[in-house]
């Protein structure tokens, strides 16, 4: 699928000839695309999305070696890589796996968010929320105790989803995003209490020891490579008998890999691990699709993980 992000040459020939090729790129006439935006990379030569255009076009032409060289040059011309050259340059393997660069998430994510819940519902039939929710209520009941939380944070709140779906169970929710944009929408559905703009896991190491009793992670843990500092930050700041609750994606294989999406997707040994290495109790784990991708579910797990109260010896 060709990149809708866009950030200008400041060359108007160059941006009109990077236009004109991602309409022939959409058409499926690669080779004429391939000259347009050749054309455009001669008028503007550091033009970071024509050269991830490039890299996209050789990938689909099957030119690998050529489409990293492309994606280098990306890179380089945004040594931010607000594009997510570096990630396709990982999923080529032509990088070691890493986390993924801040500046891609702010970006896609704020140029996304006006439409971003048309597209993520209506498209890709996203039910992230209501799965964390129905994962949530099983725990509660299997435990027998109330759905109810006292203070929830939210990482990855985007507009406020997951939020909706647990609203009537939380009395104060904290939202955290790298996107401004996202914040904006967020704080205008007013469910939460306060909003923040940040890396969650920057934001977890700012709050207080056993602080909150619920942390929600919903399609937040495709954008994170090492689940363990923040699983281990969400058990520090969760008081006893809290619940961490997330989607991710996940694979067949071992580990963490970069998908077509250029989402991370864990191994359910992976996600295992990271929960018992955080000290937390696995509660619920199941393989359950959060979205499509293509008409199809993207295979994926809802996991809600425990930590248990300490132990008192009687005297």
Known sequence: MPSR??????????????????????????????????????????????WFMLGEIREELGDNELAVAAYRK?????PDDRQGAGLRLMRLGAAPLSGMPHAYVQALFDQYARRFEVALVDDLLYRGPELLFGAVLSVRAAARKPAFFKRAIDLGCGTGL??????????????????PRMIERARAGGLYARLEVADMLDFLRTQPDASVDLVLAADA????????????????????????????????????????????????????????????????????????????????????????APSTNPS
Not at 74 to 78: G, L, N, R
Not at 163 to 178: I, S
Not at 278 to 283: D, E, H, K, T
């Open 5 to 50: 992000m866009f950030f200008s040459s400041g060359d108007l020939m160059a941006d009109r000839r990077f236009e004109f090729a991602r309409d022939l790129q959409l058409k499926g006439d690669l080779p004429a695309a391939a000259d347009l935006v050749l054309q455009a990379i001669e008028l503007a030569p550091d033009f970071t999305s024509a």
């Open 162 to 179: 997951a939020a909706t779906a647990f609203a009537r169970g939380v009395d104060e929710f904290v939202g955290v995003d790298l996107s």
């Open 221 to 308: 843990m495709v954008y994170v490579a090492d689940l363990a500092p923040v699983f281990g930050e969400a058990a520090r700041v969760l008081m006893p008998g809290g619940l961490l609750a997330f989607t991710t994606e996940t694979h067949r294989g071992d580990g963490v890999i970069i998908g077509e999406g250029l989402r991370y997707a864990h191994a359910t040994a992976c996600v295992r691990a990271a929960v018992a290495g955080a000290g937390l109790a696995l509660s619920l784990l199941e393989d359950r699709s959060a979205r499509n991708e293509d008409g199809v579910p993207v295979p994926g797990l809802v996991a809600v993980a425990a930590k248990t």
């Open 74 to 78: 990306a890179t380089a011309s945004d």
